[in-house]
């Protein structure tokens, strides 16, 4: 998952000429060439004229004013200029390619690919051979595995894509993006994937469901998860996540973990850990999208960047530091509520066609239109509680 910049960490994908430090305001940044004879800029012709023009190209690559990283600013005769093409030549050529190259750097960890197969493979396997085999319940839908394996996807893109690398090294935006798949996307889609019968298999053991109870209450969940989004991202541990493989891992761990917590108050799909009432369910997304905006305004509108590693990483896309940052706040301010939105609006409409359901049927309208068809439903044609594995309640109780 690499580092910003060399923060700390080991695994490079790509590393910089080995040029001194230099700082230019208040980051370092290579310096290749170094002048401080204080001359004036006389203009430019030939080869010097060319060296000129890529060596802007790197002034604005890195972000840096011209002249900031100790160019001569001064007519070069042709023989000089010709001596120094080969390190402009090569600078230019190397920041354009370690930009391409990104979209190569696929983080191919032995334990994190393990993982990753242990879940889809424990998956096909229980709802597959497992199942048939000991008859641990009714077959899984395809919907129900299309979820399950859109979650999984998603997951996996967010920790084995570029999308890591570029997060890790380059652009606090990207890592944003990353969160946002691994804590928003991925838990929803994978609990909508599971059956009733497999999550009620870790649930049998009484000490199992009391903590997953427990966890799984609405005030509990809310607080835990919202609570560790917003620690995560207190710079002094920001930068430690950047600085120490371990610490990083348990970061995306908490993430997914108390993520899918966070969900189960919704899409629980186990009566063991029962849903909230859609109602109280509207409310919940609503309340649970306020810190998400605090937390993107709050780096939206910082007037310094926040995050050390990233103030002295290669710039990429022509991002400074403080911008690449309000991007990542206007990430988690925007895009990161849309899948609680999602989940509000069909929540809402739900509750609202429940109560419509409700008041007709208080209304004897129901038994109007079954008089209209001439015949009344028979007990027969509803089904019976014991067919629906005792989620359907008794008529009386309903009415």
């Known amino acids: 998952m690499g580092t910003a910049g060399g923060y700390g960490r080991e695994r ?20 290749c060439v170094v002048d401080a004879s204080p001359v004036r800029s006389t203009p430019y012709s030939g080869m010097a004229w060319v060296a000129h023009t890529i060596r802007g190209k790197i002034d604005h690559s890195l972000g ?9 600013e001064r007519a070069e005769p042709e023989s000089e200029a010709l001596a120094m093409m080969p390190l402009t030549l090569a600078l230019a050529a190397h920041l354009d390619e370690h930009v391409s190259n990104l979209w190569l750097a696929w983080t191919l960890d032995p334990t994190l690919l393990i993982g990753l197969a242990l879940i889809l493979g424990v998956y ?29 996807a998603t997951l996996a893109l967010s920790l084995v894509s570029p999308l890591d690398t570029l997060g890790d090294e380059y652009l606090f935006s990207a890592h944003m993006i990353q969160h946002m798949l691994i804590a928003v996307v991925a838990p929803p889609l994978l609990l909508l994937g599971i059956p009733r019968w497999l999550a009620d298999l870790p649930l049998r053991a009484v000490s199992v469901r009391t903590v997953a109870r ?3 209450n609405p005030i509990v969940a809310f607080g835990v998860f919202q609570a560790d989004i917003w620690l995560w991202h207190a710079p002094t541990l920001y930068d430690l996540t950047l600085a120490s493989e371990p610490v990083h891992i348990f970061e995306h761990l908490t993430f997914l973990i108390f993520g899918i917590f966070y969900w189960l108050p919704i899409l629980s799909p186990t009566p063991l850990i029962p849903r909230i009432p859609r109602g109280f369910a509207v409310l919940y997304l609503f309340v649970g ?12 509108f910082a007037a310094n960047p926040l995050y050390t590693p990233y103030i002295d990483a290669p710039r990429v896309w022509g991002l400074s ?3 690449d940052q309000q991007l990542g706040g206007l990430i988690m301010w925007l895009p990161t509520n849309i899948p609680y939105l999602i989940a509000l609006s069909v ?33 027969a044609a509803l089904p019976a509680p014991s067919e629906m594995g005792g989620a359907i309640a008794p008529t009386s109780a309903v009415e």
């Open 124 to 152: 096909i396997y229980a709802i597959g051979p497992a199942r048939r085999r000991w008859g641990l319940g009714e077959s899984v839908s395809r919907a129900q595995i299309i979820y399950f394996v859109a979650g999984w």
């Open 214 to 216: 427990w966890l799984a």
């Open 321 to 323: 530091p403080l911008g």
């Open 347 to 379: 929540a809402f409409f739900q509750w609202i066609g429940e109560h419509d359901r409700a008041e007709r049927a208080a209304a004897g309208e129901f038994d109007l239109e079954s008089d209209g068809i001439g015949g009344e439903v028979s007990g």
């Open 64 to 72: 840096a004013p011209p002249g900031a990283l100790g160019w001569r």
């Open 289 to 300: 999208c306020q810190p998400m905006v605090a937390l993107g305004a709050l780096l939206t």
């Open 12 to 31: 490079r994908r790509w590393s910089w000429p080995r040029c001194s430090p230099s700082r230019v305001s208040g980051r370092s940044m290579p310096r």
